[in-house]
């Protein structure tokens, strides 16, 4: 213990910036993320560790992970609590701190986790856990499910990773620059922070006064990621003063979070200095969204080193020193021998075909155009766009294209369950004439087997309803094309035939309301330009003109990885959001 302590004296020397973030992926069997908001978490710590950045970050330990996914042979799910034992990766602090929930004193610790880098930067996360002892049956559970449970549950998980995250740094004796909100969920740190400042001002006559808003607007950074209703939470005052009670006054919440509920985003809109969509065309949006509040931009990126298969590490290596930790090396691609960049490529598709193989038995080409798609299974998403017209994909791909899906439904979304079923029951359907398989479990290993050892990477959101995206640029990372709907990232990203192809209309065109007649004729249009180009130009690239495709892969590379990597985000966020 004495070490762990030494330790933790030496890196509360530096004052640090805290991120907090409900889910972060530091680990394939560390199963604490969801999906793309997890991923991303986990990739700005491995960044900021390359970069040797005064970090840490703050998460809960979601002790029975997100969940496994089994899925049946008509692709229906079911979900397996997902045990993993945090002391085989991480060390037990011996600070404590408290939280009031439901009038109950509840206990939280921490698990300190190193995401360590090459360059032997280093950043800690703090696993927040209320399994002690001291705690309730019920309150041991609080940090147990990620995004599970109702919205009771939500509320006490939030109230652990805000309040209890800000009092278990300051146990720790960190201070702390600025704390950064990776999403709404951890907005109640504001509160605590608000409370901590509050001036001591005698005989008050004016209740404003007390409150030091501008004090914690400075300390505060938030990241909205979705322009989607659901992904903001919101809680009923009543549930609010059950579960938490009256930590600042009720009128004073409510001036900051909304007068009929809780609304996480208001709160953290109004406390922090620094408000930032995750792409261009997403900062716009969440501008209309949010009137009155300026709304700034910082395109996501994805960990060049962690997103890069082994065939590809190699390549780089040789070819591109020091790509790992300044991706703008990529700007050279042109010097890979376009017979080597070929070669990795089909050693990782190669790989993919060994994996579903040994997954599902079923024997795919490496010879035969194949096309991606993974990432959570929700209707936005529209995973079964392709299959729209059954008969004309029947048509254009027989023999001549194989599909790889993988994607988890979250538990309760109905909608995203029959996805992962009809994709199941086309699989059937096309049995001989095109391959199809869906992976089991999709996570972030099977993610990155999938997206280098694709040709194509498919990716078909609602506008505007993909944020920023970021499995395209793991993609683009092993050469790998994109083809998507100009939405989020892509839409800084694509050049037509060039780093890979648009689906549907242009972004400068309005966004499809939320109008079932517009989402259809949307779907209508999109997959029509969809079959019209995998026919008309993307599989005869493919099968007859190596040369351009390979040209189309080195960009992939040199436009769109050299670009969207997780380093050039943290800088972005350093200079634009931390240190000002
Ligand atoms: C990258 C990643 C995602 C995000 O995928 P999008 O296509 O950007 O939604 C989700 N899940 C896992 C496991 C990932 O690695």
Redesign the pocket.
Known sequence: MDSVINQLIELTKEPKIAYFSMEIGVHNDIPTYS??LG?LAGDTIRSGADLKLPMIAVTLLSKKGYFRQELDELGRQTEQPYEWEPSQYMQLLPQKATVQIEGREVYIQAWQYNVKSLTSGSIPVFFLDTDLAANSPQDREITTYLYGGDLAYRLKQEIVLGLGGVRILHEIGFEIKKYHMNEGHAALLALELLNRLKRPIEDVWDEKLVWNKKGVKDLCVFTTHTPIEAGHDKFPYNLVLQVMGEIIPLPVLKELAGMDSLNMTMLALNLSRYINGVAKKHGEVSQNMFPGYEIYAITNGVHSYTWTCNSFKKLFDEYLPGWANEPEVFVRVGRIPDEMLWKAHMEAKQGLCDYIKQQTGDAFSPDILTIGFA??MTAYKRADLLFRDIERLKRIGAGKIQLVYAGKAHPKDEPGKQLIQNIFRYKKEFRDRIKIVYLEN???DT?LKIVSGVDVWL?TPLRPLEAS????M?AAHNGVVNFSVLDGWWIEGHIEGYTGWSIGAAPTEKGQSSDLADIKSADSRDAEDLYSKLEHIIMPLYYGDRDMWVRMMQNAIGKNAYYFNCHRMMRRYVTEAYIR
């Open positions: 999906g793309g991923v990432r959570r999709y996570n972030m993610a990716n995206g970021t499995s395209g793991k």
